[in-house]
């Protein structure tokens, strides 16, 4: 079966720092890989997605940057955090070429930026 | 621009009853709707969903309907059970765009009482 891990599971971090969060999927090959944000009080907000490796889609410009190195991992970054960045992430995946319906999600990152 | 409107933040209902959860779109390209339930600090875990060209999908306790016309759609909860209480999801693919996101609401909080 598929399984989806991220880590940190939670992360504070000042101002101005850097950002790294990682996410990996096991049991599936080729998958469509996903970052959203989740911001206090609102909904769910596609940040970046993947359909291969080395292929990013940008849905919001922002600070925030994501890469594939690798099938199966996504990374999504920053090189100075901002107060704004505070939130949940989350990492999703999906399959299929025709068109990918079901999202499956991650056990998210809570990032504090103070 | 919000495509994806829940417009209850929150619902309370006693357990044993209906939950009806409800979901308003407005972009007529969206073919596909889908419902997530998240549990505070989890990812949102996929629960039911629909395709436009069906009015209706069951799986157990959960009904989805969809009303095309009105651009409509409800997840039905019966009977609700305490367990049931979490932050649902609404959110849509849209044929016309890229078969790789999906548009989410902002939620409802439901709660099931004892």
């Known amino acids: 079966s598929q399984t989806i891990h991220q880590w940190p599971a939670t992360l504070v971090q000042p101002v101005g720092s850097p950002l790294s969060l990682e996410c990996t999927v096991e049991?599936?090959?080729?998958?469509?890989l996903y970052w959203y944000r989740q911001a206090a009080g609102r909904g769910l907000q596609l940040l970046f997605y993947s359909v291969g490796i080395g292929q990013i889609s940008s849905e919001v410009p922002q600070n925030l940057s994501a890469s594939r190195p690798q099938d199966r991992q996504f990374i999504l970054s920053s090189k100075k955090l901002l107060l704004s960045d505070s939130g949940f992430y989350l990492c999703a995946w999906s399959v299929g070429t025709s068109g990918a319906r079901t999202q499956y999600f991650g056990p998210g990152t809570r990032l504090l930026v103070l | 621009d919000q495509q994806v409107k829940q417009n209850s933040p929150s619902l309370s209902v006693q357990e044993g009853r209906i939950s009806i959860l409800n979901c308003d779109y407005t972009n007529s390209m969206f073919d596909y709707f889908l419902w997530y339930k998240k549990y505070p600090a989890e990812g949102p875990t996929f629960l039911i969903s629909i395709s436009s060209i069906k009015d209706k999908n069951e799986d157990g306790r959960f009904t989805v309907f969809l009303n095309k016309s009105a651009k409509h759609l409800s997840l039905h909860i019966v009977p609700s059970q305490p367990g049931d209480s979490a932050v649902y999801f609404c959110a849509a693919r849209n044929s016309g765009g890229s078969n790789y996101k999906l548009t989410f609401g902002k939620g409802t909080l439901l709660t099931v009482n004892p």
């Open positions: 049991g599936t090959s080729n998958p469509n």
